[in-house]
């Protein structure tokens, strides 16, 4: 029998659990009810993969192709970046640190993740941007490149830390079996250790790339701004996220102008959604192939 107060307890965990899918029904709904009017209007096809996106002109063009691409280009230049150095982090702090600098190097990548993002905004704008200009020889240092590369540096610390609670919940037993039939370090972490944790690093990955596709104050500041379909990494962009951020605040309030901003959060969502259900795909595969699932 479950006295007063844990049944207490057992009500707010459970209310607590199920107001997190209200909030995110809540959401959903609100990213329809308010896309319906645009999408009502224009056709979904002309929206989507429309190549000009010039919302105050008369008459207006939302066609989403440029943002949608330079959110893409962002992200995949900003994996090359973080995923390498995120998960090399991790194998180099749990298998080859010695334990004085585990105790320095887990703090400062715990810190470099609670950074505030217009802090690498301002550092990519004032210092890197010049940098890459001169560097490449450019019209300007704002750009996809830039963005890519202060993003990539800003997932890093998401993807070393899970990797690395990922590699750390890997049972010592299966290091010592795999010493015991005769596999040398190097064999051991390749072959046992990493496709054990395959699964949390796989998860690290997918959450630094949402934290780089819902990146806004750092794309807005150094990505160049320009909403035109991207031919190079060293052409200026407007992503998504930053197309919503610098330009809710001059749509009226019901315009298509306003309505279509909240068609690209949808899209947003959508993205963000399908990566989710990619990375719970790759960890179940994973949890199978080790027994761990059925």
Not at 212 to 223: A, C, K, P
Not at 231 to 256: H, L, N, Q, W
Request: hydrophobic share 55%.
């Amino acid at each position: 029998m479950y006295s007063f107060k844990e049944r207490a307890i057992k009500i707010l965990f459970t209310i607590l659990a199920f107001s997190s899918m209200l909030f995110l029904a809540g959401i959903v709904f609100v990213l329809f009810k308010e896309s319906f009017p645009l999408i009502s209007e224009i056709k979904i096809s002309n929206f989507v993969l429309g190549t000009h996106w010039y919302p105050t002109h008369e008459p207006a063009e939302f066609g989403v192709l440029p943002l949608i691409l330079a959110s893409l280009w962002v992200t995949a230049g900003a994996l090359v970046v973080c995923v390498p150095l995120g998960i090399g982090t991790a194998l180099y702090v749990y298998e080859l640190a010695p334990l004085k600098q585990k105790q320095i190097l887990k703090p400062v990548i715990e810190i470099l993740g609670g950074i505030p993002s217009i802090v690498y905004g301002f550092f990519g704008m004032l210092i890197v941007a010049p940098f890459v200009q001169n560097l490449f020889n450019i019209p300007t240092g704002l750009c996809a490149f830039t963005a890519s590369l202060i993003l990539g540096i800003m997932a890093i610390p998401t993807v070393a830390s899970i990797s690395e609670d990922a590699l750390s919940f890997v049972p010592n037993s299966f290091k010592e079996a795999s010493y015991a039939l005769g596999a040398n370090r190097w064999q051991t972490l390749t072959k046992v250790i990493i496709p054990a944790a395959a699964s949390g690093i796989s998860t690290s990955v997918i959450l630094g790339m949402s934290r780089i596709v819902g990146e806004t104050m750092t794309v807005l500041m150094v990505s160049g701004g320009a909403a035109v379909i991207p031919k190079s990494f060293f052409d200026p962009v407007r992503p998504m996220t930053s197309a919503i951020a610098a330009e809710m605040g001059e749509a009226a309030v019901g315009s298509p102008h306003y309505h279509a901003l909240f068609a690209i959060g949808l899209i947003l969502f959508l993205i963000t959604l399908v990566f989710n259900a990619a990375a719970e795909m790759i960890s179940k595969k994973y949890r199978v192939k080790l027994g761990l699932d059925r």
